[in-house]
């Protein structure tokens, strides 16, 4: 994947950038974003569309305004009279201020398509803290979350199950990509906690789903997350 790329440089020193403008907590989801995309910068767009996409369709069933241009919205971060973050201020309101800032279209046309990147990365990461923070916290939402989500190939509606369920039996989501990572890094008890709270969101959309199948179902997951992205 390629950790010390030219891509993966790109962004973390774009991530660096924007942290005196969206502030850290987005600063430091690009920067982790950053390290897991590979370094072809077609595959990487196509990747973050993806997470993109879940996620503006999770914000949706959570009551965010849908719509969102999320190359646009990092592009908008980079233009001079938008303003930074407050102090204090959620990424919810300030993602509704960026909303109200207009695109500086001829520049952002005239980008080559590793800027474009960078910007989609930055608006990425902007969601994912909106959505979080909706769900009661902006660094909810890992990058290693947000990558297992994407190759798992979870929908929206999944997704949300699945927080719901991870947050009610008290697990978190870095604790729930490490045990499909390898389930042996966690503890004996975060190990049921995670298997009851996959049986549980399995069992929204599927009531009649057997131990067999959520199992089966986790080993899926498993098989998913531990594939290397090309």
Do not use: W
């Not at 005196?20 to 973050?48: D, R």
């Not at 369709?57 to 719509?67: A, D, F, K």
């Not at 046309?109 to 959505?131: D, I, R, T």
């Not at 927080?163 to 697990?171: F, H, P, Q, R, W």
């Amino acid at each position: 994947m390629g950790l010390i790329s030219g891509l993966f440089s790109a962004i973390a020193g774009f991530a660096a950038k924007i942290v005196s403008v969206a502030g850290p907590i987005v600063g430091n989801i690009c920067q982790g974003i950053a390290k897991l995309l590979p370094n072809i910068v077609e595959k990487a767009t196509e990747i973050l569309k993806g997470i993109g996409k879940v996620l503006e369709g999770l914000g949706q069933i959570l009551g965010v305004p849908p719509g969102d241009d999320l190359e646009e919205i990092g592009a908008k971060l980079t233009q001079e009279d938008t303003r930074p973050i407050r102090e204090g201020e959620s990424h919810k309101a300030y993602m509704e201020y960026l909303r109200s800032v207009e695109l500086d279209k001829e520049r952002f046309e005239k980008m080559s398509k590793e800027e474009k990147l960078n910007c989609l990365s930055a608006g990425v990461s902007l969601k994912s803290a909106e959505v979080g923070e909706t769900l009661g916290d902006a660094k909810l939402l890992t990058p290693e979350f947000l990558m297992g989500i994407y190759k798992i190939g979870m929908t929206e509606t999944q997704l949300k199950n699945y927080v719901d369920k991870l947050i009610e039996n008290g697990v978190k989501p870095e604790t729930f990509t490490r045990f499909l990572d390898e389930k042996e890094k966690c503890t004996e008890l975060e190990n049921e906690k995670i298997y009851k709270a996959i049986e549980e969101a399995e069992k929204i959309e599927n009531p009649n789903i057997s131990e067999f199948e959520v199992q089966e179902k986790i080993d899926e997951m498993s098989d998913k997350f531990q594939k290397k992205l090309d």
